[in-house]
């Protein structure tokens, strides 16, 4: 009886053994099969990262490109073509820009004066106007007077001549200036471009001011200077040439 037990307890020791090394054997093989499936994933999604990381790079290249088409089309879209324009000279400083055929040159005798350039004081005000019975636009005003204003004294603060006789200019004017002037022998002169905000009462003005070579100050204003106006002035300020 006890050597059967003994036997009985031997064989069960024996199949316990043999299913715990059995089962010790899958454990590991299939533990090493998940690190590699899971080494696998790891890889995967490495990958993918690496693919979505190239992916939106180059679709923010692509959607960058395409909103410089967009806005060189718009540019295109938006300029106006003066390579047909007249050229009109100022008799007195014989400064010139160009304007459409359409507008007369010898100002406005019979109202409503419709499209027009004209000159006043003898030259020192060209003013050039067109159908502005819709619009405040386009209304331009080249001026330089003999008021002490436009002939300032040499050596002055420019800015602050500027601010000193336009104290409606406070907060509008920045402080180098910010645009060019066209020389008609090459480069330019430095000039102020202000903008008066409009109200109710009264339109919005743009202003370019600066001082030519005889230290004269020259004004340049241009009415209704709003985003539908902008073409046009643009373009026409590119026409202006200055001895």
Known sequence: MKKGLIVFLAVVFVLLLAGTSYASYYYWNGFEDYKKENLDLKNKVVKLEKDLTVYTAKSQEAEEDGDETKDEDADSESAID???????????YNYTFKHP????????????CGEFIGEESGGDRTMMQGDI?????PNIDISHLSSNYYNPPANTDFRQWILDNN?????LVSAVPSY????ASGGGYAAYDITVPGSQQAYS???????DDDSRLFTISMTDHQDYSEDFYSSWLNTVLFP
């Open 205 to 211: 003005q743009r202003y370019i001011i600066f001082l």
């Open 167 to 171: 104290p409606h200019f406070a907060g």
């Open 133 to 137: 019975s819709q619009n405040g636009w």
């Open 180 to 183: 060019m002037i066209h020389k």
């Open 82 to 92: 003066t390579s047909s324009w007249l050229t009109y000279t100022n008799s007195k």
């Open 101 to 112: 055929a359409s507008y007369g040159t010898n100002g406005c005798s019979t109202k409503p």
